[in-house]
């Protein structure tokens, strides 16, 4: 169903993306924000769902820049590989590949970004920052808190589970206090990662239930 593309930022960098296409004519498109594991068969997944739901979605490789094509899996050794990518994160870059898969994904229709974890800072970041979208939905975004006093532009939803350890229910109420017109939601049952089924955070429950509410937000505000 996908395919894989290159874009170019504003700067010249030219980046890897992956595509997935609906079968009919698409009803939008949604810009996917990887984890610290890179455009991998989870992220492709969402893709190639989110295609089944009418959109065209794109993926940028948003580790291209230090590492190209980087993909990881999940276990205790890669994880701490991953890690290395975002010890000091370029939070400038990683916007203007995202400005640039937005306004690659314009040509489709009205625009909506997702992101998980690493992706969903970089999704309210984009919310707060760039310009073409006209939603934002983030997963378990850990620094989102120290961005919190920055408004997002484009109606926002956020997803975080109860039981995370990497973000404290502490820091969710202060983006909820600073931020209130962004949608928050948490899980009780939750993990860091609770939407990702290739990990042993994985909860199907929760995940049941944030995932449904996410594409009917987005549907609701990528309306053109």
């Known amino acids: 169903m996908g395919q894989d593309i290159k874009l170019t930022a504003s700067d010249g ?29 989870h992220i492709r997944s969402i893709c190639d769902r989110l295609a089944k739901e009418g959109y065209a979605a794109f993926a940028p490789s948003s580790f291209d820049r230090m590492e ?24 400038a870059a990683f916007l203007r590949d995202t400005q640039a898969t937005i306004d690659a994904a314009k040509s489709v229709g009205p625009v909506g970004i997702i992101g998980f974890c690493l992706g969903g800072v970089i999704t309210y970041l984009a919310a707060a920052r760039l310009n073409g979208a006209s939603a934002a939905v983030g997963y378990y975004g850990g620094g989102i808190v120290h961005f919190a006093d920055e408004r997002p532009k484009v109606p926002t939803q956020l997803h975080f589970g109860e039981k995370d350890a990497h973000i404290p229910l502490t820091d969710v ?38 995932w449904p509410r996410s594409l009917t937000f987005l549907e609701k505000h990528l309306k053109a």
């Open 13 to 41: 960098f030219q980046f890897g993306c992956y595509r997935a296409n609906p079968v009919d004519m698409p009803k939008g498109a949604i810009v996917v924000i990887q984890e610290i594991f890179g455009v991998n068969h």
């Open 68 to 91: 190209p094509n980087f993909q990881s899996g999940y276990s205790p050794e890669e994880v701490q590989n991953a890690l290395k990518y975002v010890g000091n994160p370029d939070w």
């Open 173 to 210: 109420e202060t983006i909820r206090v600073k931020q209130p017109d962004v949608e928050v939601f948490t899980y009780p049952g939750a993990d860091h990662g609770f939407h990702c089924d290739a990990r042993a955070s994985y909860d199907k429950v929760s995940s049941d239930i944030a």
